[in-house]
């Protein structure tokens, strides 16, 4: 049987979205530019799991001429209409024959992770333990390095302002949360360094804009919501996201990833990079390959550091559509507009979703991708009830194809192609 059809999700309100807020610099692009990848392509096969929905083929299609001209060995989809998952797929394309992964393998999903970040907050918040409007100084004791100061706006910063990307804090102006090195140098301390030595060495950093004046992408800030939500719960914000979040979603997969190939999970999958780094694991030196030592994940939870897979993703986005965790009017400050930031084609950031309204009807599109070495994401709850997240194991290559505006627009694409929807819900497959 099938379901809906006419679906009306444009690419060009998910490609507008991705390619302005520019996130993962160097991601930004089109699916159709450039030939299929050709390095190791004569020796590939596809392995292709979870049950194949003819009708939505165009999904397969997608994610297949995604992958192939980038060369990705890994990917996921889950895909989900009116609350419904219709189609969970795990796509390998790999001369590997010991590579086997299904629909509930675990990736990283890097900034994905906001979102979680996002409803947690609002949880605490809804539950009385912190109110949007606080100043984040008034829940967390920033202790600078000696020679330094707070800067004196810090006040200024709101638990809401920062989670709407109005602190002031600025990734273009240098990314605090993956500077170890340079913390362990000025705190005298060994690598690795953890969350709380990098929020003293990022405590006395000058804000780049004054606080409720400029949306700018950052992580730090990020960072320090996650510490307040851990102090005042009393427990590790993981524990917290997922005792009080995911499990009642019937979520038990999603952990924080670990940095360390050999620390990873069972059914992780591998992450590929052309890159290296020098490591910010011990005070070596040496030179790792990036997915494995770059960057620290153990420190990433609140805004970068989940491991999940799509059908997971899909599940934690639907929390939004019922009031069973949170309310209505925290799903609704969730979406609602900032005080600035609203850019020229719409969209803003709300609590931890780039959010686009969707012209006169009220209804909007919510999103986020992700990006780090090894590590491509994407995820989106659109205006008309349909909502996927895309995972890959790879975020660069030799071709220099565009990564996360192409998968941003090739699934709006898939969805226009499909003529009709399935009723099927194949949740009970997976949870």
Avoid: C
């Amino acid at each position: 049987m099938t379901g809906s059809t006419g679906k009306s999700v444009t690419r060009r309100e998910f490609g507008t979205m991705m390619g302005a807020a520019g996130i993962g610099s160097g991601l930004a692009g089109g699916l159709g530019a450039g030939p299929v990848h050709a390095a190791a392509g004569a020796e590939r096969e596809w392995r292709v799991g979870g049950i194949d929905v003819p009708s939505l083929r165009p999904f397969d299609a997608a994610m297949k001429e995604f992958m192939q001209r980038r060369g990705i060995s890994a990917g996921q989809l889950a895909v989900t209409d009116g609350g419904r998952l219709v189609l969970a797929r795990s796509y390998a394309w790999t001369d590997d024959g010991d590579l086997r992964f299904g629909p509930t393998a675990l990736f990283r999903i890097a900034s994905m992770s906001k979102p979680i970040l996002g409803a947690a907050v609002n949880l605490l918040a809804q539950r009385g333990g912190i109110g949007m409007g606080d100043p984040i100084t008034d829940h967390l004791d920033l202790v600078p390095l000696d020679g330094e100061r707070l800067d004196p706006r810090l006040p200024l910063v709101t638990v809401e302002r920062a989670l709407q990307l109005l602190g002031g804090w600025d990734n273009a102006q240098g990314d605090l949360t993956v500077q170890d090195i340079e913390a362990a140098r000025a705190l005298g301390a060994s690598l690795p360094v953890d969350i709380g030595q990098m929020v003293r060495y990022g405590a006395g950093k000058s804000l780049a804009h004054a606080p409720g004046t400029t949306y700018a992408y950052s992580n730090f800030g990020y960072m320090l919501l996650g510490e307040i939500v851990a102090d005042l719960t009393g427990r590790p914000y993981d524990a917290f996201v997922r005792n009080d979040i995911l499990a009642p979603l019937g979520i038990t997969r999603m952990r924080v990833a670990r940095t360390l190939a050999e620390h990873r999970a069972p059914t992780e999958v591998h992450y590929v990079s052309q890159h290296t780094g020098t490591t910010v694991m011990d005070d070596s030196g040496a030179q790792v390959p990036a997915p494995y030592g770059t960057i620290r994940m153990e420190n990433r939870a609140a805004f970068g550091g989940w491991l999940s897979s799509a059908v997971d993703m899909v599940r934690f986005a639907s929390l939004y559509d019922s009031h069973d965790i949170l309310g209505p009017d925290a799903v609704r400050r969730t979406f609602a507009e900032p005080e600035t930031g609203v850019n020229e084609h719409g969209w803003y950031y709300g609590h931890g979703w780039f959010v686009s309204p969707a012209g006169t009807s009220g209804g909007f599109t919510a999103s986020h991708g992700g990006g780090l070495p090894g590590t491509a994401t994407f995820m989106a709850r659109t205006h008309d009830g349909l909502s996927w997240a895309a995972l890959f194991n790879q975020s660069d290559d030799p071709s220099g194809l565009p990564y996360q505006e192409a998968i941003a627009t090739a699934l709006p694409d898939a969805a226009a192609r499909v003529e009709a929807w399935p009723d099927h819900d194949l949740y009970d497959e997976y949870f």
